[in-house]
T-cell receptor, first 118, second 114 residues
């Protein structure tokens, strides 16, 4: 079963505008972590932001914020004031089990290709 | 070094050849992960080390895949008798101590098997 779903294969946004990238997840664990990574064409996965399942406030890191809706099991990434350099593939990922054999591994979605145009 | 490094960045192999992919984690990072990313997909977990101990290898797709980290720092992912379906980007990630911490990724090795 797919643990992370990203339904937007591609998104377009004009420079300086805000954009939301969708992510829904599936887990029965109470303790889990949600991550967003950026992957430019160079291939490196760049960590952007983290949200723990027990965190009551939405995570923010500069122009990135995570809209965490636990009941809906969604963890959308909001990028404010988009820049041309934001054009890349964005991946949502989850680390679920706090114990057992799957401890530590990340489950990734299929990604959303963001294009920022001038 | 400042980040996770991987070598080679690109590797072309003929089907049936053995390949070895190297990962240098961030200095002092205890946990090390390998992921495989097929074209157009998100990364998928292969294996995990804590220091030199391989604690989880359940993601390795076949017994042709083997990983080691003998001194708890540099890790090598070896693929024997490569097949075309092994063509992918192989990503290495490390985290400081606990597996609960953020994983930082290297640039990956792009493997093409002809």
């Amino acid at each position: 079963a797919q643990k992370i779903t990203q339904t937007q294969p591609g998104m377009f946004v004009q420079e300086k505008e805000a954009v939301t990238l969708d992510c829904t997840y599936d887990t029965s664990d109470q303790s889990y972590g949600l991550f967003w990574y950026k992957q430019p064409s160079s291939g490196e996965m760049i960590f952007l932001i983290y949200q723990g399942s027990y965190d009551e406030q939405n995570a923010t890191e500069g122009r990135y914020s995570l809209n965490f809706q636990k009941a809906r099991k969604s963890a959308n990434l909001v990028i404010s004031a988009s820049q041309l350099g934001d054009s890349a593939m964005y991946f949502c990922a989850m680390r679920d089990s706090d114990r057992g054999s799957t401890l530590g591994r990340l489950y990734f979605g299929r990604g959303t290709q963001l294009t920022v145009w001038p | 070094g400042a980040g996770v490094s991987q070598s080679p960045r690109y590797k072309v192999a003929k089907r049936g050849q053995d390949v070895a992919l190297r990962c240098d984690p961030i200095s002092g990072h205890v946990s090390l992960f390998w992921y495989q990313q097929a074209l157009g997909q998100g990364p998928e977990f292969l294996t995990y080390f804590q220091n030199e101990a391989q604690l989880d290898k359940s993601g390795l797709p076949s017994d042709r895949f083997f990983a080691e980290r003998p001194e708890g720092s540099v890790s090598t992912l070896k693929i024997q008798r490569t097949q075309q379906e092994d063509s992918a980007v192989y990503l290495c990630a490390s985290s400081l101590i606990s597996v609960r911490e953020t994983q930082y990724f290297g640039p990956g090795t792009r493997l093409l098997v002809l």
